[in-house]
T-cell receptor
Framework: DAKTTQPPSMDCAEGRAANLPCNHSTISGNEYVYWYRQIHSQGPQYIIHGLKNNETNEMASLIITEDRKSSTLILPHATLRDTAVYYCIVRVAGRLFGTGTSLTVIP | NAGVMQNPRHLVRRRGQEARLRCSPMKGHSHVYWYRQLPEEGLKFMVYLQKENIIDESGMPKERFSAEFPKEGPSILRIQQVVRGDSAAYFC???????????????FGPGTRLTVL
């Protein structure tokens, strides 16, 4: 399985867009990129996934580079409730989640 | 449609006792995954099961830990002769049958917090 690299922590002002980067340079051609988040020791929550094209849902947008070696999760208007650890994962199927990015939304 | 359910939510055991953690997947989901999260650490995969089959147990400790997903009833993660190092949050996730390309979004339960005294 491809590994991912994320910054350990980020801050974002409330109401601004939060852009969370992820590198996955060893991703295979048929592997999806998934994003989950974990709010303060709750069960992880699915956010979004994508293969090649950019994706958007009610929670976030996912921008995947053309070479698929990196992606960015965008929370368009961050709120205090978006403070969480965000995990970027390639090929979920029961694999190590890693340590993710701890996002703190600041009032 | 109820989400993934786990019970108990909190479990306290003394060293040497057995811990049984239960997970009921979402309706229609036939795949169950167990993860462990030690304090201040990320999630770590333990085991992946389908009904009556263990698909991948590469993350499971070789001793004292076992998991099952019977034809009827919840999935059970069993820890025998618990030690203090087993204290952690144990999360269960379920997914429907994965489609081609590995599209297998997982839905997580609230977790069971195990404390070993």
């Amino acid at each position: 399985d491809a590994k991912t690299t994320q910054p350990p922590s980020m801050d974002c002002a409330e109401g601004r867009a939060a852009n969370l980067p992820c590198n996955h340079s060893t991703i295979s051609g048929n592997e999806y990129v998934y994003w989950y988040r974990q709010i303060h020791s709750q069960g992880p929550q699915y956010i979004i996934h994508g293969l090649k094209n950019n994706e958007t849902n009610e929670m976030a947008s996912l921008i995947i580079t053309e070479d698929r070696k990196s992606s960015t999760l965008i929370l368009p208007h961050a709120t205090l409730r978006d403070t969480a650890v965000y995990y970027c994962i390639v090929r979920v199927a029961g694999r190590l989640f890693g340590t993710g990015t701890s996002l703190t939304v600041i009032p | 449609n109820a989400g993934v359910m786990q019970n108990p939510r909190h479990l306290v055991r003394r060293r040497g006792q057995e811990a049984r953690l239960r997970c009921s997947p979402m309706k229609g989901h036939s795949h169950v995954y167990w993860y462990r999260q030690l304090p201040e650490e990320g999630l770590k995969f333990m085991v992946y099961l389908q009904k009556e089959n263990i698909i991948d147990e590469s993350g499971m400790p070789k001793e004292r830990f076992s998991a099952e997903f019977p034809k009827e009833g919840p999935s059970i993660l069993r820890i025998q002769q618990v030690v203090r190092g087993d204290s952690a949050a144990y999360f269960c996730a379920s997914s429907p049958l994965p489609s081609a390309g590995g599209l297998d979004t997982q839905y997580f339960g609230p977790g069971t917090r195990l404390t070993v005294l």
